[in-house]
């Protein structure tokens, strides 16, 4: 999901981030005085608070669980270990699909791996499919079945009622360009 994303997001505060995008306001109007160096930061900053906005967007909607087991540790403000990633990958997008709710799924860190490499994937109806390379491997590998079998993987995707669902072209993208049937 996240191949090509150009860094976590980085924990800021909301006060923080709009502090930041008034800086960042403030430097676009002052464009033409910018250096190549400050311009590449400049652009970077805007990436990263558009990708702290959409982590937090994407982890809100998921009801701060993975998607794909229930995985919810923290209950406060301490790591959730969970990953607010791309359905349709990042360096794929276009800026608006970038930020776009519907196009991020949270998840611990094994599924999301998981799904970012085409092991797993989403239908339109929510269903969780599996590859047959991991079907395979589940067969070989006590650890990989453990995290991957029934007990562990629901078999429909786990979203709150009042949840967007992800966006069908990103679930297509997904499946032409990602899952490994
Ligand atoms: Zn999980």
């Given at each position: 999901?996240?191949?090509?994303?150009?860094?976590?997001?980085?924990?800021?505060?909301g006060a923080a981030e709009a502090a930041l995008e008034?800086?960042?306001?403030?430097?676009?109007q002052r464009q033409d005085d910018l250096t190549e160096s400050a311009t590449e930061r400049l652009?970077?900053?805007?990436v990263r608070v558009g990708q702290h906005r959409f982590a937090k967007?994407?982890?809100?909607n998921c009801g701060r669980a993975c998607v794909f087991c229930g995985f919810a540790l923290?209950?406060?403000?301490?790591?959730?270990l969970l990953r607010a990633s791309h359905i349709k990958p990042w360096k794929d997008s276009s800026h608006r699909e970038?930020?776009?709710?519907?196009?991020?799924?949270?998840?611990?860190?094994?599924?999301?791996a998981a799904f970012d490499v085409g092991l797993l994937t989403v239908d339109r109806d929510l269903t969780v499919r599996r590859s047959a390379r991991l079907e395979a491997a589940m067969g070989r590998n006590d650890g990989v079945r453990r995290a991957f079998e029934p007990r562990a993987l629901r078999s429909s995707l786990a979203?709150?009622?009042?949840?967007v669902p992800p966006g069908e072209s990103f679930i297509r993208w997904h499946h032409d360009y990602v899952f490994a049937a």
């Open positions: 999901m996240r191949s090509g994303w150009p860094g976590r997001p980085c924990g800021a505060s008034r800086e960042l306001a403030a430097w676009s652009l970077w900053a805007h967007d994407v982890l809100s923290a209950d406060g403000d301490g790591p959730s970038r930020l776009d709710v519907t196009n991020g799924l949270a998840a611990c860190p094994t599924h999301d979203l709150p009622t009042e949840a």
